[in-house]
């Protein structure tokens, strides 16, 4: 440890700037050895730095993608508005996102068509579409299926998908 305590203003700068680009102990512990012939243990490389005031700077790790059990429930009239109207005037198709997915699906929701005629409605692992109305009989006409996947691209594409 004596060859520690020999290092100049200079190498204790690059130390610092090894800690700062956030090096390892060991890491730290190596450089010495291979840059200024310092060979030190793991355990007085430590005491270095804290003799040194030399903290390790951890990077940032890139913030983890919401699991897909929280998505939260999404207004898309704001979305909808950048999105071609090609419905028929008065057709309106309100979609939501579920909190918890529909087991086997990527996403799944809740669709309230104009009529009042509510579905639910979810895409699969292998990209396919459900739609599951509670009325089994309801069949949206051309320009809710229009409007509900225009809705339902502006939620996806809101979403991350």
């Known amino acids: 440890m004596s060859n520690a305590k020999t290092l100049t203003e200079d190498q204790i700068a690059q130390v610092r700037s090894w800690a700062d680009e956030g090096s390892g102990i060991s890491e730290i512990q190596k450089k010495l050895s291979e840059e200024f012939g310092v060979r030190v243990t793991y355990l007085e490389t430590r005491f270095l730095l804290e003799d040194w005031r030399i903290e390790i700077r951890i990077p940032a790790k890139p913030e983890p993608e919401k699991p897909e059990e929280e998505v939260e429930d999404i207004e898309t009239d704001e979305d909808s508005a950048d999105l071609p109207d090609s419905t028929a005037p008065g057709v309106k198709v309100k979609l939501s996102v579920d909190q918890v997915l529909r087991p086997g ?9 104009s009529g009042g005629q ?19 009989k309801f069949r949206p006409s051309e320009e809710e299926s229009i409007a509900f996947q225009n809705e339902l691209r502006a939620i996806l594409r809101k979403s991350g998908f």
């Open 105 to 113: 699906a990527l996403v799944s929701g809740k669709a309230i068509f």
């Open 118 to 136: 509510s579905a639910s409605w979810w895409i699969d692992q292998m990209g396919r579409l459900g739609l599951d109305a509670v009325d089994p």
